[in-house]
């Protein structure tokens, strides 16, 4: 009987291990699982770490992006490695990369793509200018890209996938389907043969993510989104040299709304396809009739057929929370101060002083 006893207790033991072996090993295969890839190395997502951004408040939009499985476990992954040194910028991951390799890409400690490539576009450049960036840095021409905004089933499957693009881009007036579209930032792309299509629609994921914070105003707002980022476009470029853009924004509703032409030299340099400081306009072009240029008498109360550029978010806020005033003109000295008048006399006397003082702008 005691010997029975025994191999009872030996039994016990042998069956604690084996539990014990199953809770160790399914531990380790639940804990791989979890730190693992969820896709492949050809599905790749840009993730932008901004100013404020911790690898903690990442985690919504890595888990959206499905590139980690759980934000609970992420964030515990986070603690047991304590990573430190998050970097601001745009970073191209891969659905295969494990926890490790996300946080440390973020990290901006090891490039896991050998040839990526980086393309900074700035606010306030047109399309003409992105062509040329990505003509120089990828595998394709100036030309291919014009081509591509121009197929008329792409543009309809760019419209269906994007709430904020509409048929307004394919106004046969327009130059460029999506110049006002393309959000001015620097991306990161897996190697010089990226598909076009593929780097479109990576930076269109960036302008849904600018967007969308204020998607409620611009679907409520009484000019259609279009016009909205036209507007922006426009402020961009002229208020540039402005420490007040939603004063500035504010004249341009004033003429609109009251049936003036918006008489923005910008627009007529987009009319002609002339870089601003390329040359001086010639007065014919500053009074010619086209649907960017709103110095002719025709675009009395419109607003350009398109946007002229590709604006900055700022840009964007102060068209959508424009100061309320009766103003109707605007100037902004060298140091970005800006003067505004409700007369063309006002207007030109401010500019008189202004080139009196040595403090008027010039390009």
Not at 104 to 124: A, C, Q, W
Not at 160 to 189: A, H, M, R, V
Not at 242 to 256: E, I, K, P, Q
Request: hydrophobic share 35%.
């Amino acid at each position: 009987m005691k010997k029975k006893r025994k191999l009872n207790k030996n039994g016990k033991f042998a069956l604690a291990i084996l539990i014990l072996l199953v809770i160790v090993v399914s531990g380790i295969l639940f804990f791989n699982y979890m730190t693992s890839g969820t896709g492949s190395m050809n599905e790749t997502v840009v993730i932008t770490v901004e100013k404020g951004d911790t690898y903690s408040s990442l985690a919504p939009e890595l888990k959206k992006q499905n590139l980690i499985r759980s934000e609970m476990f992420y964030k515990l992954f986070l603690k047991m490695k304590n990573p430190s040194g998050l970097k601001e910028g745009n970073y191209t991951l891969n659905r295969s990369m494990n926890l490790d390799q996300i946080i440390t890409s973020l990290s901006g400690d090891e490039l896991y793509e050998s040839n990526v490539v980086r393309i900074t576009f700035k606010e306030g450049r047109n399309m003409r200018w992105y062509a040329r960036q990505i003509a120089e840095s990828t595998n394709h021409t100036e030309q291919e890209l014009y081509a591509l905004l121009k197929d008329d089933g792409y543009l309809t499957e760019l419209i269906s996938k994007y709430w904020f693009l509409t048929d307004e881009i394919k106004n046969q007036e327009i130059y460029y389907s999506l110049e006002g579209y393309l959000y001015p930032d620097t991306y990161e792309f897996v190697n010089k043969d990226v598909p076009l299509k593929d780097l479109i629609e990576k930076i269109l994921d960036n302008t849904d993510r600018k967007l969308e914070p204020y998607r409620t105003q611009l679907e409520n707002s009484p000019y259609t989104i279009h016009q909205l980022l036209t507007l922006s476009s426009i402020i961009e470029l002229e208020a540039a040299h402005s420490d007040d853009r939603a004063g500035v924004a504010g004249v341009f509703y004033n003429r609109l709304e009251g049936g003036w032409a918006l008489g923005s030299d910008v627009t007529t340099y987009y009319a002609v396809q002339v870089d601003l400081n390329e040359r001086d306009l010639y007065q014919s072009e500053l009074n010619d009739y086209n649907a960017y240029n709103t110095r002719s008498s025709k675009m009395a109360g419109k607003l350009p057929v398109g946007p002229i550029c590709n604006p900055s978010i700022v840009a964007i806020e102060a068209t959508l929370n424009p100061k309320k005033h009766n103003y109707l003109y605007f100037v902004a000295d060298k140091n970005k101060k800006t003067y505004f008048s409700t007369t063309a006399k006002e207007h030109d006397k401010t500019i008189q002083t202004l080139k009196d003082q040595g403090l008027w702008y010039t390009y």
